[in-house]
């Protein structure tokens, strides 16, 4: 068996938990010893024990859901890197001139389908914003975007007047999991007038929530204007 000297490291910990199980000590789809229990093993930190497991969690070896525990999953998860794209990083890639523009950023108690999105407390506060991004003061894309306060309490001191919530949230907050979706919906009469479209034409939408250890951070919809193009490599 290994003993953790008071010099245990992070890596340290991240191999020694790795030969558990390997070894099958710690067998696929059982609870592993909670962060205090194993700093007090490891005479270390807690911060130590948590980027130990957060990084495992990360590759794909473990499962961390707040207040439920670390469980070993029962064969590593093959994770796709995914990096939040930025909207004027889009812009400027085809030489065009990017433009911000803030429609409106204001606290609410998170409407009924956000919370059973998200998993959210009745009323739970959310702060929602909306904004538009152009291309040569063409419109690119419509934001229409909710972050949770909980999760992000830095939010209630952001200016969305000089910086998107999207290009705000990269800057501030990290994520571990992302959840992705495409759809055509039809512009509405508030939408078309933003994205400069026929009232009811099919407009390319994104759907992205993200979490950071388990705790929900935001849902954004995001609604881009005609003649867009999305291309991905693996």
Request: one cysteine or more.
């Amino acid at each position: 068996m290994t003993h953790p000297s008071d010099t245990t490291s992070y890596r340290d910990i991240k191999r020694i938990v790795m030969e558990r199980i390997r070894s099958g000590i710690w067998q696929p789809d059982t609870l592993v010893p909670s962060e205090q229990d194993l700093a007090e093993e490891f005479s270390c930190t807690r911060t130590t024990v948590n980027r130990a497991m957060r990084e495992l969690a990360d590759e794909g070896y473990l499962e961390r859901r707040r207040k439920a525990g670390t469980r070993v999953l029962s064969a590593p998860l093959r994770q796709a890197r995914f990096t939040i794209p930025l909207v004027r990083d889009e812009v400027e890639a085809t030489g065009a001139e990017y433009r911000y523009a803030l429609i409106s950023a204001e606290n609410l108690p998170a409407p009924e389908w956000l919370s059973a999105r998200l998993t959210l407390q009745p009323a739970q506060e959310a702060m929602y914003v909306r904004c538009m991004h152009y291309s040569n003061n063409t419109p690119f894309q419509y934001e229409d975007r909710w972050i949770v306060i909980d999760s992000v309490p830095e939010v209630a001191s952001a200016d969305f007047t000089v910086i998107g919530p999207n290009d705000w949230l990269v800057q501030t907050v990290p994520f571990t999991n992302v959840e992705l979706t495409f759809l055509a919906s039809r512009a509405d009469t508030q939408l078309a007038g933003f994205l400069d479209v026929p009232e009811g034409e099919p407009v390319f939408t994104a759907e992205r929530i993200t979490w950071l250890q388990g705790r929900p951070v935001t849902f954004a919809k995001l609604f881009f204007g005609a003649g867009y193009r999305m291309t991905t490599q693996i």
